[in-house]
């Protein structure tokens, strides 16, 4: 893809400046870049009205040959978000508190140096990415990890930032102790254009990889390269102790008996909501809807660590 084949590689880094870490990732990227007979690294950093998408787009226009993405899995989805479907691959500095797309590829988060080796140079696999279309407001968005309607998502947008620093997502857990009276919404959720389930839903969480932090595994089974997407739709009993079911449930990864617990696969899911409700994007609070159409979008992105 280089515009000139006796020009070096280059790497583009997009930093969230918000992130403080205690290496100098300019002096990382300069070692790495050296050793691996790169060019100068394109360095951008993300901002509150732009939180990675033009930075990403200005890396291409600059003939980038890996664009790295250092920051949290907001950056990260960001940087997806241009990158899907081309031929540039996507490298990953985690820097974040859930960095949940790392964990679900068995990096090691705390090892930057090894982080930006693999970034260089490693191995290539092709992950799938999952489209998210609203409607209310009108609006489209790329996710990796998982996105939810309803319960899941008024955690994230209740979470104390002090304690999600401190214990990353076990303070969601916590904050969902404390929201919890509530009422469940009534859903219809399509999978594959099949009406699956119309009920009273707490929550309905959609998986392109299965591990949260806090020995939640929410999709024991769903991996981020089979071409399907995991639905969890979450319907728990009336009362404190139905929720907790549910929770419990899903620590103990038990299903089948459960029925306040139901899982789908398919290649879209279509959820449609009786009243708007919270919605959130690996992790990320996006507002409130009522309607959101995923599909699949199978091996879109590439990854190198
Ligand atoms: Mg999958």
């Known amino acids: 893809m280089t515009a000139n084949s006796t020009a ?3 790497a583009a880094i997009i930093i969230n400046p918000a992130k403080t870490v205690d290496i100098d990732v300019r002096e990382l990227a300069a070692k790495h870049s050296a050793e691996n007979g790169w060019g100068e690294t394109l360095w951008f950093e993300t901002t509150k009205e732009d939180p990675g998408v033009g930075q990403a787009k200005e890396a291409l226009a600059q003939g980038a040959d890996i664009v ?5 899995d907001g950056t990260v989805r960001c940087v997806a978000e ?6 540039i691959p996507m490298g990953l500095l985690p820097l974040g508190t859930g960095n949940l797309l790392a964990r679900n590829l068995g990096m090691d988060i705390t090892d930057y140096d090894g982080a930006m080796a693999g970034a260089f140079a490693g191995t290539e696999r092709k992950i799938d990415v999952v489209r998210a279309r609203r409607s209310d407001p009108e609006k489209e968005q790329l996710f990796l990890v998982m996105a939810g309607v309803g319960y899941d998502a008024t955690i994230m947008a209740d979470t104390d930032e002090e304690l999600k620093h401190k214990v990353g ?3 969601y857990v916590d904050a969902g102790i404390r929201n919890l009276p509530g009422k469940p919404v ?3 959720i399509v999978i594959d254009g099949q009406q699956a389930v119309r009920r009273g839903v707490r929550s309905v969480m959609v998986g ?3 591990k949260v932090q806090g020995g939640l595994e929410i999709f024991p089974e769903a991996k981020m390269d089979d071409g399907l997407l995991d639905v969890a739709v979450l319907a728990p009993h009336h009362g404190r102790l139905g929720w907790l079911s549910v929770v419990a449930g899903m620590i103990g990864k038990g299903r089948g008996k459960d029925t306040a617990v139901e899982y789908f696969q398919g290649k879209t899911v279509e959820i ?3 009243h708007n409700d919270d919605y959130q994007l690996d992790g990320d609070h996006e507002g409130q809807g009522r309607h959101v159409l995923m599909s699949l979008d199978p091996g879109a992105l590439t990854i190198r660590m």
């Open 169 to 171: 997502w076990l303070a």
């Open 272 to 274: 449609t909501l009786e």
């Open 68 to 72: 790295i993405a250092g920051g949290g």
């Open 8 to 10: 070096p590689q280059r």
């Open 186 to 188: 009534k859903a219809t």
């Open 82 to 87: 241009v990158l899907s479907g081309g031929d």
């Open 208 to 210: 392109n990889c299965g």
